[in-house]
Every structure is written in structure tokens, then in C-alpha cells.
């Protein structure tokens, strides 16, 4: 699936021209002509697109989403020409217990105007309590335009209602290129090729381990031991019958989820192989996702497998690049032609429909926010689901890899499957479950759990 064009970013369109159409509320605006100077004076904002938004001086546009420090640095940057040429503050807020808190405040009438989901699942779940409100006609069109191949995960029963906001690979294991360097190590085509360099750095290097992990996460505790189970059981099963996993078409206890899991344990249940830097197999349920990789830095493992947003929690001066402190390999498949790419991102759901929440819904589906996001861009993670964003903008090698992961013409791209099941699932008992199998659970007692966990209707 491309999600991100080679061709450089069309210019703000007429889709946000039209805006003014559902979101404006006076005749001037505070930034409505010519340039206001960014922060810096590095550059200088063309206000002259915003003017469409009308005068929103004053006004607040609450945000709550997952993304936390030091991811979140960015994307409040990014909102600043919205800010400086609509008089919109924009108030952000990332907490780690966001799947489990958002609920709770909807459900006490204490909802945010805006919140990124990063589960299509969830958006269901919030639709159905009535709170959320279709997306305006603006950002309809900027999606159509922008991101027609993410417009099915923000739709529920029909009506769209969520945007998509950035776009992240998973299928990447992080690895110091010295180190492999000084092994001579090569890296693996195969899936059976990285089982057997596994083996293999495990018996050179008794006082360090071929993989770190870490699944701790707050309240979300456990989806990164998800998101192994889902990039195996694509390269396992395939994307046909991962489809049907994920929509319950086969149980989640099917022999093939049972082979998918029973391969992921061949290296996070293996005392042998992990978990470098921190203690034995049980000690990745207790270390955090962002903790986990950072082994690699001091030589203590070799290998963690996580998205390309982790690019963001190497430590400051950290050289991320093919020959610096540490890089990314794509997790190989059965063979090397298989390309499964298993991916995931935000979607911008509303819960309010005042005119300064339409303008910055409509905002963030632009190009313009895309190409801004970009600019803004730190230590990676900056991708994001508009097809018509500026590629040569992405700077950082990171994002420059997961741009040619997800548009490779013979890679098969799939969604994260926990995020496309029922919130219940997918980010509740899959979570718990793998949770509860790193800490001493079977496979079979923890593919039945989740399975009956399954809502019935």
C-alpha cells in the first residue's frame, strides 16, 4: 500500500479554501494576511490559507492523545502556523493511560474536543457511545484527496469520522551496525536466518543476549509482545489469513495463531536468548517500551524489535543512521520476496463541533500539516498517512526507510491487527494475555483466554 507519494506536495488546495464554508465565524482574523515570523525567526508563516478559517482569536481546541514525551515535541511544534494565523491555542496533553482514561472521560461528560486514536478498534467503541461527531466535509475531501487508502479505518457502519495522522512501520529490529561489524554478523534475509544469527550471538557472547524487549506501558502494558505475535503471524500464516484473524473470521485460539505465538516464543520465552541488560524472560513484562531497546548502546544485547517511532527515545546525540550507534533492519519473512509490512498510526477523532475544532480537524488532514510535520520532524517518527506529502521534506534516515518500506511496490502492507479488533480485545485482554504468557502463561490457556474474551455480537 503507498502511503506517502515521491512527487512533491501540491500546494494548500481548494478543499482548504472551502473551509470557510463550516468553520468560520467572523470576517477577519488575527493572522489573516500576509506573514507572521515563526518562533526563531527562522522562517516566516504564510498566513494567507488560514484566512479561510475566519477570526478564532481566543479560542481553545483541547487535544489527548498517547503520544508522550519525548515524542510529543514535534507535533506541538507542528501546530504552530495554525496557532500564529488563527489565534487557536491549541492545549496537548499525553498520558500513558490514555486507552483507559479517554473512556472515562467521555463517560463523565469531560471528553477532549480532539483525541488521536491509535486504535480503529477504540474509534468503534467511542462512536458507540454517541460522543464522537462525523468528520466536516473539509476534511471528507482531504482524506479522498490525501489519504484514500486509510479512509476505511476512520469510517464506522458507514459514516466517516476520523482522519489519519501519522504512519509508523513495525516490521523494524534495531541493532548497533559496530557491533555487527565486529562479529562479522550479516544481516538476516530469512526468518530462519535471523533464528539462527540468534542462536549463533547467543553462544558467542556469554555476558550479553541477542534480544532485549520491554512490553511495560502504563495502562497499555503489553502491546508491544502484540505487535510481535501480528508481524509473525503475517510472515506465518499470510495477509489473507491474518485478515480473518483479525475480523474473527477464525477464533483467535486457531492452530494458526497457536503457530505464530509458539515462534515468537522460540525467542521472548527462550532464558537463552533474552533479555539483555535487564534479567531473565519475566523481566520484559516490567521493563518499559522505552527503556527496552538501550542494551544496544552499552553492547549488553544485540537486537530489539520495535516500530520506527522508536527512533525518538535513543538517548540525545545518539547517531541513528546505516552507520551510526544504531540502525534498523526489516524483520525478514519466510523468504526473502515476502515483504509483510505490518503498520499503525493515529486517527483524529472529534468530540466537538465548534468551528475551531473543525478548522484545526481540517488542518491537521491537510498537506500543509503533513509537509509542516515534517519540518518539525526531531529524532524520527515524522511519517505520516498523506500520500501527497513532500517526501524529500522527511530528512531523518529513519523516516526516510519507513517511507520506502511503505511504498515498496511488492510489499503487503497490513494494519495493526489489536488495533483493528474490538477495544475489548485488542487493547484488553490480547494486552493482558500477552502480558500474563511473558510472565509464565502457556500458549494454548492464553490463545483461549482472549478467544472467549470476544464480544458476542
Not at 224 to 247: C, H, N, S
Not at 388 to 403: E, F, G, H, M, Y
Request: with cysteine; hydrophobic share 35%.
Amino acid at each position: 500500500m503507498a502511503l506517502i507519494s515521491t512527487r512533491r506536495a501540491l500546494a494548500f488546495s481548494g478543499v482548504l479554501a472551502v473551509a470557510l464554508s463550516a468553520t468560520a465565524c467572523g470576517s477577519g482574523s488575527d493572522g489573516g494576511s500576509g506573514d507572521t515570523a515563526s518562533s526563531g525567526g527562522t522562517s516566516s508563516i504564510d498566513c494567507a490559507p488560514y484566512t479561510a478559517f475566519g477570526d478564532l482569536k481566543g479560542k481553545t481546541v483541547t487535544v489527548y492523545t498517547s503520544i508522550t514525551a519525548p515524542e510529543d515535541g514535534p507535533h506541538i511544534a507542528s501546530y504552530k502556523p495554525f496557532e500564529e494565523c488563527t489565534g487557536v491555542t491549541i492545549k496537548y496533553e499525553g498520558s500513558k493511560e490514555f486507552e483507559a482514561q479517554l473512556p472515562v472521560r467521555v463517560k463523565g461528560g469531560n471528553a477532549p474536543d480532539i483525541a488521536y486514536l491509535p486504535q480503529p478498534g477504540l474509534l468503534k467503541t467511542m462512536v458507540a457511545t454517541g460522543a464522537v461527531k462525523p468528520a466536516p466535509a473539509e476534511v471528507v475531501a482531504n482524506v479522498d484527496k490525501n489519504m484514500p487508502d486509510f479512509k476505511e479505518y476512520g469510517t464506522v457502519d458507514g459514516t466517516f469520522y476520523a482522519a489519519a495522522l501519522g504512519a509508523n512501520v513495525k516490521s523494524f529490529v534495531w541493532y548497533s551496525p559496530s557491533a555487527f561489524a565486529d562479529k562479522g554478523y550479516q544481516i538476516p534475509k530469512t526468518w530462519d536466518e535471523l533464528l539462527a544469527l540468534t542462536d549463533k550471538i547467543s553462544k558467542d557472547n556469554p555476558d550479553a543476549k541477542p534480544w532485549c524487549a520491554g512490553i511495560e506501558s502504563g495502562d497499555a502494558t503489553g502491546w508491544p509482545a502484540t505487535d510481535w505475535v501480528e508481524d509473525v503471524m503475517l510472515r506465518t500464516a499470510g495477509p489473507e489469513t491474518y485478515d480473518k484473524w483479525v475480523k474473527h473470521e477464525i477464533p483467535f485460539n486457531d492452530p494458526s495463531v497457536a503457530t505464530a505465538l509458539a515462534e515468537v516464543g522460540k525467542i521472548l520465552k527462550n532464558p537463552a536468548y533474552v533479555n539483555g541488560g535487564f534479567g531473565d524472560v519475566k523481566t520484559i513484562a516490567s521493563t518499559s517500551f522505552q527503556d527496552a531497546g538501550q542494551p544496544i548502546l552499552d553492547g549488553s544485547c544485540y537486537m530489539h524489535r520495535q516500530a520506527s517511532f522508536y527512533a525518538a527515545n535513543w538517548p540525545e546525540g545518539t547517531k541513528v543512521a546505516e552507520d551510526g550507534d544504531v540502525w534498523a533492519f526489516y524483520l525478514p519473512s519466510k523468504t526473502a520476496e515476502d515483504r509483510p509490512v505490518l503498520g499503525g498510526g493515529e486517527f483524529v477523532a472529534a468530540f466537538a463541533d465548534r468551528p475551531e475544532v473543525k478548522a484545526f480537524q481540517t488542518y491537521l488532514s491537510s498537506v500543509e500539516w503533513a509537509n509542516e510535520r515534517a519540518k518539525t520532524c526531531g529524532s524520527g517518527g515524522c511519517v505520516t498517512a498523506n500520500k501527497n506529502a513532500d517526501a524529500s521534506l522527511l530528512k531523518n534516515p529513519v523516516d526516510k526507510l519507513s517511507a520506502e518500506q511503505l511504498t515498496d511496490a511488492n510489499a503487503t502492507f497490513r494494519f495493526d491487527g489489536s488495533d483493528l479488533m474490538p477495544g475489548a480485545v485488542g487493547a484488553g485482554t490480547f494486552w493482558k494475555g500477552m502480558t500474563d504468557w511473558i510472565t509464565g502463561k502457556d500458549d494454548a490457556s492464553t490463545l483461549d483466554y482472549i478467544e472467549q474474551s470476544w464480544p458476542k455480537s
